[in-house]
């Protein structure tokens, strides 16, 4: 009798392990499945831009669509600046920021550990201030004046995008995000220079301001959380 008991309570240890191993088990592959995984997602070709930003995002599953939100600090870090438009960086102070949201479709329904393919509408609004100091401006055509020129730039635009969702390392639930797409991208520029100043003080990449066609591409590293 003493065995009979021994060997179901042996029977029922193992079935207890196993049914936990199972559930574990489970509970790691759900956790690694991108379609319905949260990751913290890092940007790093933003960093390389004309206006670099330090970017990081969220990316959450909600229904059957996923959402992304990111936020970034920007500022004129770019050594361009410095070539181009003989910037002082010393006399120089800049901020901004940069916030983006992308609701992303998946195509089709998703396996753990295959790529997931997805169509996106991204949003995004960038504000951006500098400040040079003591720039030398030519007033009403006579006279030269020293002053702090403060420049404003609002960005606006959406993209509507293909990307996909992969695994960089299934073990450790890192993944990449790969995208690209077009849209439009409105921009506006003011500064505090008098009207009877004639000098542009802006890069020539903003000489173009308004509504425009965009087109962008990219890529970023999310990790599970």
Known sequence: MRIKIIILVAISFSLSVSLFAIDTNLRVY??????????IKFSPLPLLELEPTFQLGYEYPTG?????????????????????????FNETTSAGIKVRTTFKFPLKTNKPNRPLKYFGIDVMYKYLTWTQKDISVQRMGSY?????????????????IYGINGFVS?????????????????KQLTSN?????????YPWWDEMDGMMISIMAGFKFGFGI
Do not use: C
Not at 76 to 88: T, W
Not at 193 to 201: F, H, K
């Open 170 to 186: 299934q073990l450790n639930n890192i993944v990449s995000d790969s995208y690209f797409g077009m849209g439009l991208r409105y």
């Open 30 to 39: 759900e956790k690694k499945d991108i379609l319905h995984g949260r990751y």
């Open 64 to 88: 059957k669509i996923r959402i992304q939100h990111e936020i970034g600090y920007t500022g004129l870090f770019n050594p361009v600046y410095g070539v181009s438009l003989n910037f002082d």
């Open 144 to 160: 030269w004046q020293f002053m702090d020129v403060t420049t404003e730039k609002n960005v606006a635009a959406i993209h509507f």
């Open 193 to 201: 220079l008098p009207d009877d100043v004639n000098e542009n003080l």
